[in-house]
């Protein structure tokens, strides 16, 4: 059995059968929550980019046939699987890369990755109307400005909700990578000031929206860059909402082990790496116990996966 290390893409793992600890119910819960669109912060390496791309293969239409990638894990017998599975257009976007030293050329990474989602969708350009023709090629040519930049979330739902006759949902991950690259490298209100007017056009009163969800490592609260958004909920580490489905439980460890015969070494692995209480849930990193499976002996794998600029900046 092989296992994911540094695998963030669910079909990628499933299609190369690699080890997958359940967590497909999330989506169950996901779709019980009162809210239309959720914020879920966890630290960095705790599986928030493999969800969420588990949900995009879970909602998006799509004319392969992704049943498969499904089958054996726990939601594919619920009714959820049945009601929800591949009906909806998805907006998928990650800013885990806008990393750039100033908002000049940080903003022109943030151009590219629309004006893929953009292409991504360019089978529905025809049905647009000239004036909506016009705008989505300035996005998808990555001739678009700023200010149609900062609209193009909310006006390619609108776009799609058309085309399909259904909601989209939308899912961004790592909304606070640039926010946080800005506020290391000196650009930081520039970079405020961009991601609240994308975000808060593109889920604050958008009736084209299904459902919503934002991943990060921060809560970006004070300069209240969700302002307004009335229904968003927010699911820290400290609520119970999602509480064991990022990271891995003390039983899914035991499991885990028990597949690759270490089951004698849990005491090892929770002297290292058992150090996060998620709502009532204990949570161990998914990172770190890989690795030492992998590797057969504990290391701070965890550690060495980010810098730690921001900290060090607020302390000096």
Request: aromatic share 14%; net charge positive.
């Amino acid at each position: 059995m092989k296992l994911p290390v540094g695998e963030s893409d669910f079909q990628k793992l499933r299609q190369k059968g690699a080890y997958f600890v359940d967590k497909s119910l999330f989506i169950k819960e996901l779709l019980d929550h009162w809210s239309d669109i959720l914020l879920i912060t966890r630290p960095r390496r705790f599986g928030k980019t493999l969800l969420l791309t588990m949900l995009r293969y879970f909602f998006e239409k799509s004319d392969e046939d992704r049943t498969r990638l499904f089958k054996g894990l726990k939601i594919y017998d619920t009714p959820e699987f049945r009601e929800h599975f591949g009906k909806y257009p998805v907006i998928f976007l990650t800013f885990k890369d806008v990393k750039e030293r100033n908002f000049e050329s940080a903003l022109e990474n943030i151009r590219g990755l629309l004006a893929e989602t953009f292409h991504y969708f360019l089978h529905i350009a025809p049905s647009l109307s000239p004036k909506d023709r016009h705008y989505f090629e300035r996005v998808a040519n990555e001739t678009a400005s700023k200010v149609d930049l900062e609209k193009s979330i909310k006006k390619l739902s609108f776009y799609l909700s058309n085309f399909y006759g259904k909601k989209p949902v939308i899912l961004i991950d790592e909304y606070d990578t640039p926010i946080h690259a800005a506020w290391v490298k000196g650009y930081y209100d520039e970079m405020i000031d961009f991601m609240r007017n994308l975000l808060s056009a593109a889920l604050k009163d958008n009736p084209h929206l299904f459902k919503g969800v934002i991943t990060g490592c921060l809560r970006i609260s004070k300069e209240s860059i969700f302002t307004g958004l009335n229904n968003l909920s927010v699911c820290s580490i400290l609520t119970r909402f999602f509480a064991d489905k990022f990271g891995f439980t003390i039983d899914e460890v035991k499991k885990l082990l028990a597949l690759f015969g270490m089951e004698d070494r849990l005491p090892e692995v929770l002297n290292w790496y058992d150090g996060y209480k998620f709502g009532e849930h204990t949570i161990l990193n998914p990172w770190s116990v890989i690795n030492f499976i992998m590797r057969k002996r504990p290391a701070p794998y965890w550690a060495n996966t980010s810098s730690n600029d921001l900290i060090r900046k607020l302390l000096l």
